[in-house]
């Protein structure tokens, strides 16, 4: 918990306007805070649930396929579907835990275990919440880490044990703990494994852009309640005349008057605690004589505001913090915000910021996913393969999220467009143009770059139909 708890002229500069540099554990913490938040974890959830999405009958949410390599080499299937079999169940348990921690904090990580089998199972829950651990990094790649378990304690783990999901670092987050000397050694140093280790330093969430937001949503939703808190108090001035008696009896009065306001008080608080409503009347009898009397003033109504805070200053500021995040306000419980075209679920297959967001989740959890398969290999057949050539791929079932929907649309939408050029095509054809013509009408009047023109206008060279049945060949 002690990383990067000093101050740099680095990491001051780097501030980013209002925003000044942080220690580690105070980012984390404003994380913490918000991922409590209902809108906040409503919002990243979603986000998850749209970059994963899940099989319609088995749930499944990671995908180990094969590659191309894997079906012409018998050997490399076999181990494929090996690695299918032993891993899709782990895989799966740990892929939304670690997506959602991900979103939030901008790292994640599984702790492995494994023994002559492999990989036989993963840890992602609290010991290795983000706060806790501290990666080090030798240049863009992750070597090591270090998890807090007590004051001035910590455990040492290297790459075999722990994966890490890391979120891509976008955005710089401002924070101390960038040592200057290592970071002059790290800029002039070319070669990757001569570079220092570092600690790495915390980004990459999803909530980052949504602070201001979301402490502006607080302040307003403080001051609404506040205000309602003032209001909701009933106060009441009485004044007694005590006029015309001895002390004793002023004493006396006086003391009926207050023990009667206090019965009234204390039988209010017993409905309010009993979840029971009064169900009759209470009168008090006060006896008067002559002109000694009760005489009640109230209030003037004015509460010494210039100004109230009204649900449209909340609506806003919730408006703004889930648009920070990427979420629509109307998926998160505000079903009066739905816009009228979209429809329940819209937002899921028209959102732009969606489909970003899962596009950039499915990169990192797969990338941590592959080093969990690099340590089962490792373990059991006692070999790595690198990156470009493993015979697997992970894949991710997402019919449900905007970014399957876009890439289906995208690819209707280029098969129509072959579609209407295949019977252009042929409708030149039939009509007996030449391979000069129809070379013309794709370039002028279709739009085609000539390269594809003059391949395509092959076609008119190609034999017709005489009547027979013969002639496309």
């Known amino acids: 918990m002690l990383y990067g708890a000093g101050t740099t002229t680095v990491a001051s500069l780097m501030a980013s306007g209002t925003r000044q540099a942080r220690t ?82 901008g790292d994640s990580y599984a702790r492995i275990y494994t023994d002559q089998r492999g990989v036989v199972d993963l840890y992602v829950d609290e010991l290795v919440r983000p706060p806790l651990v501290q990666p080090f990094d030798r240049g863009s790649r992750t070597v090591g880490f270090a998890i807090y378990t007590g004051e001035r304690n910590f455990q040492r783990l290297d790459t075999t044990q722990m994966a890490r999901l890391k979120m891509p670092r976008s955005q710089w987050v401002p924070q101390h703990g960038v040592f200057e000397k290592s970071l002059k050694i790290a800029l002039s140093t070319d070669d990757v494994n001569e570079l220092p280790l570092m600690p790495a330093m915390a980004g990459g969430s999803l909530i980052y852009p949504a602070e201001d937001a979301y402490d502006n949503l607080v302040s307003s939703l403080l001051g609404l309640v506040g205000q309602r808190w003032m209001d909701s108090i ?14 004793d009896m002023q004493e006396k009065f006086m003391g009926s008057i207050t023990d009667m306001l206090k019965r009234s008080k204390e039988i209010a608080e017993e409905a309010v605690k009993g979840g029971r409503p009064i169900m009759e009347r209470i009168r008090h009898v006060i006896p008067t004589f002559g002109d000694k009397q009760l005489t009640r003033v109230e209030g003037g109504g004015q509460s010494g505001r210039a100004d109230q805070v009204s649900i449209e200053d909340v609506m806003l500021h919730a408006r703004l913090l889930s648009g920070a995040i990427g979420v629509d306000l109307s998926m998160i419980g505000f079903a009066d915000q739905l816009s009228g075209g ?132």
């Not at 899709?88 to 348990?93: A, Q, V």
């Not at 023109?453 to 060279?461: G, R, T, V």
């Open 24 to 105: 580690r554990q105070a980012i984390y913490n404003k994380w913490s805070q918000m991922e409590s938040d209902p809108i906040v974890s409503s919002a990243v959830k979603l986000l998850v649930t749209s970059a994963l999405g899940g099989h319609e009958t088995t749930g499944d949410i990671v995908f180990i396929e094969k590659r191309p390599v894997a079906d012409e080499n018998d050997q490399l299937g076999k181990l494929v579907e090996d690695i299918r079999e032993d891993l899709s169940g782990i895989l799966n348990r740990a892929a939304y835990p670690m997506a959602y921690l991900g979103g939030v904090f």
């Open 234 to 247: 009933d106060e009441q001035m009485l004044t007694v005349n005590l006029n015309d008696m001895s002390k």
């Open 342 to 473: 979209l429809g329940e679920g819209g937002f899921f297959r028209t959102s732009a910021q969606a489909a970003e967001s899962a596009r950039v989740i499915r990169v990192a959890l797969a990338d941590a996913f592959n080093h969990v398969i690099d340590m089962h290999t490792l373990k059991r057949y006692g070999v790595v393969f690198p990156p470009s050539e493993r015979p697997w791929r992970i894949n991710f079932y997402g019919s449900i999220s905007a970014l399957e929907a876009e890439r289906q649309r995208t690819l209707n939408d280029g098969m129509g467009v072959g579609i209407g050029l295949a019977q252009a095509i042929a409708a030149m054809r039939d009509m007996g143009a030449n391979k000069k013509i129809l070379e013309a009408f794709l370039t002028d009047t279709m739009q085609l770059d000539e390269e594809q023109a003059k391949l395509y206008a092959q076609l008119a060279e190609m034999g017709k139909d005489d009547g027979n049945g013969q002639g496309w060949p």
